[in-house]
């Protein structure tokens, strides 16, 4: 057995599950009944959610989903089928009733599916990055911190409750298929997120932490890798601020992000707009298409020259890092946007060869074992200038403008043009200065426009890995997490709404 | 081995049980989907999961673990570690006395399934469908969705109840072969029976039909006619917002400004009435309590409990929120238990869609409302986009199609601002009835829905 991974050990509680059992029980039936592909995964997926509030703890709650899939091509047709009885019978049965539905989807399989090509891995293993599972920390530990934190904030300044929550999670996967690739993997990721809400003379609001979801233990929240204490401290200043700041006059402004918010903007307009499914149409039904087609690969200008993207299932502490994708596809790094034109999409392996590509690039994932693997993000990253400014020397750009802080609404078009996003905190910039916080702040703007407008990114100390846990995509309903890093950056021109002006009717 | 009854795991893990009190709930779901897109099957997909939750309660302290569960050394793990979370929890906020001895008549039956099988009419249809399709012109992307959840509720309190839910859906999108137009239907169903993949492509080929004129409008707010299945996208919203809780807490469009929450208080016109009912015929819920874990809308503790026929808002005032018997001690109204249905009626309300289309002089119908995220809770403004289909009427006809629009809007004033609604129909919420599918909603008028700017999709 190799590992290709850091030298962590398997869950042992994972590998004494008899996965290899059902897997030969699996594949064989498949394989006499002449499927001409097919692969089996077991997942175990253990999940902690703790919630407190004001200092107490409101939930606890721990979930564990356990169980298989049979996923087969026969008679050039998909079939998929998914249980949760650890027999080798129960396997079989398994197995047979993705035949079965492989046999009814054929009469509506105009394109016979085929699969692009992928070395074989023989029995390898990979963990993710991390110190401490934060799942092996005992409840009370988690708790008390938690608990002490939000109870800390309650009083100060307009603070008049305050929320925390935790979300843990462990997967385990076992893939193994009729080529003979069999991989084991583990991966832990942890998100943490801290909120107050206070009263002000324009009513009630908000201010959260913007620490972002990481591939990482619980030495995240304990050890150095970031000041909480000092984040916390400073949100009851910022809600005060915030609380007392001007209503934005609407218009056109030049904006500085930061990379706690610039990365969901790439999620949603990069991320999503160059998976190669949705530019196919597989997503029209429910999430929707993209512009970025296919036709316009290598020609489409995307952004300005200074805009760099990649794909990376390779990052370490990324949401969506991992050793193999779901189809045995080993984790890659490769270009999305180059120089600022569109040079390449998000693959898996059926889309890869229906297109002509060689190799698929490994971005094929299910959230569960309940779930078909279809294609998702990889961790989708704008690159920083390599001599690039610090966030003060883009804000000293900016006669007038806005400098955006964290994440919070978000809102775009069936095909990725149309965006609308809001955030934690929205300061006005005068003469390359700030100039204090402004509330009721959305900026909108046509995904080619805004990326056309960034004049500059900043330099690799302003990068950082944002993300999420619940990117949703696909029907049945999945959710998957992915990281995006970026630095701060310079756009010019924005369209700022006004958002209560916006909520305002007018009568006929 | 026999494959464990969930009776038996429900007695199984009572009996193992060293806490205080536990609720187990164990839930059996088979589910069978197809999916495609440019008129072939693109996935597919037969699944079957037993999921049980064990709620151990030791004073006021409880603690929630649910996994998938198919031995009976997987159950005693489970229950074990509920044990032991219970004791490491701290006193829970919402502590009340535990449901008692109540019992299903139907207890003893086993899950009811589902299977490839439901589509045994339907597929051989779509396949029909997407070769006419594509001999006419016309690309299919859909999916369809059927499971069945057979849920068990026992408690060492004596409860031993038991619910069977079907839930269907279907939406199909049909596009030109230029890629230029875009069209939609779906709905819910409860077994396929009611649906026809003909039917379906043909009301798409219907409403594509509707595009061979294209006219491009400005952002602007215009008289806009919101078909059931949009006011379904927004009314689950403003539902799922209704926790008790956060309004009490001032956090919500439901916060009365110095505190409290806004109950009593007008909020939509006289005509309005927002309600849920576990038996509303062709919407059938569950009629009691099932609560996995607690969040500021639902206890733990209240599992069980009977869930009641309740108006949110009456005769335009807010009635009631979502409230667990917690909240409702601290806000000092009723505890109001979420229902998995919502229904919206309009005193006056009459005819269909189409007959208020027929009084419109110059204004936009749209087909459904997408990608829909608060932006304001103060206000309860939401932001998201038409797709799919928006069309120009002009003295009563439809003539035309038009380019998609972001709109910014809050359901609440939606529904003090309305000027004409249809009657009340079963309908599907485009973006959310993937997950709570159960609506009825009539069609609404709008004279000055606020389209915020112009979206390039089609």
Redo the contacts between chains.
Sequence with gaps: MTSTGPERPLDPTFTALPYRRLADAALNRARDFGATHADFRFERLRYQ?L?V?DG????????????YAVRVIHQG???????????EG?AVAVAE??L??AQ??T?????PVQLAHEPVYDDVTWVSAYEVNPLDV???DK?ALL?EWTGDLLGRGPV??STGLLHQVQENKFYADLHGTITTQQRVRIEPEFEV?G?GPA????MRTIAPPVGRGWEYLTGDLRDWRAELEELPTLLEEKLAAPSVEAGRYDLVIHPSNLWLTIHESIGHATELDRA???????A??S?ATPDQLGTLQYGTPVMNVTGDRTVPHGLSTVGFDDEGVAGQQWDIVKDGVLVGYQLDRSMAAANGIERSNGCAYADSP???P?QRMANVSLQPAPDGPDTEGLISQVERGIYVVGDK??????????F?F?GQRFYAIKDGKLAGMLR?V?Y?A?TTEFWGSMEAVGGPQTWELGGAFNCGK????QVASVSHGCPSALFRDV?I?N??A??G???? | MATLTPQTLVEQALAATRSDDAVVIVSDTTSANLRWANNTLTTNGVMHDVEVTVIAFQGARSASVSGNVSTLDQLEQLVSSADAAAAAATPASDAAELAGDRASADWDDAPEPTSIGVYDAFAPALGDAFGRAHSEGRILYGFVDHEVTTTYLGSSTGLRLRHVQPTGHYGCTGKDAALTQSAWVGGATRDFADVDAHALDAELARRLAWSQRSVDLPAGRYDTILPPTAVADLMIYAYWQSSARLAHDGQSVYSKPGGGTRIGERIAKESVRLHSDPAYAGLEAAPFVIAPSSSPASSVFDNGLAVEATDWIRDGRLSSLLQTRASAALTGAPATFAVDNLVLDVDGGAGTTEELVAAVERGLLLTCLWYIREVDPQTLLLTGLTRDGVYLVENGEITGAVNNFRFNESPISLLDRFAQASATELSFSREWGDYFSRTATPALRVPDFNMSSVSQAR
């Design positions: 959610d919630t509030r107490a703890l409101e939930g606890a709650s721990d979930r564990e989903v356990l169980g047709a998909w079939g998929f089928a998914s249980g949760v009885t650890l027999t129960g009733t993705a079965a539905v009814v989807a009469a509506m399989t105009r394109e005992p409840l009370a708790v608990t008049q409750h809400h009263t009513g009630f609001d908000a196919l149409g597989y997503e029209a039904n429910y929707g298409t512009f309940g779930h078909i279809i609404s978000w809102s775009i078009d069936m095909q990725r043009y149309n609308q809001t009721d959305a909108q046509t696909a029907q049945p309903g369209n709404l958002t209560t916006e909520a009717s007018q009568e006929q």
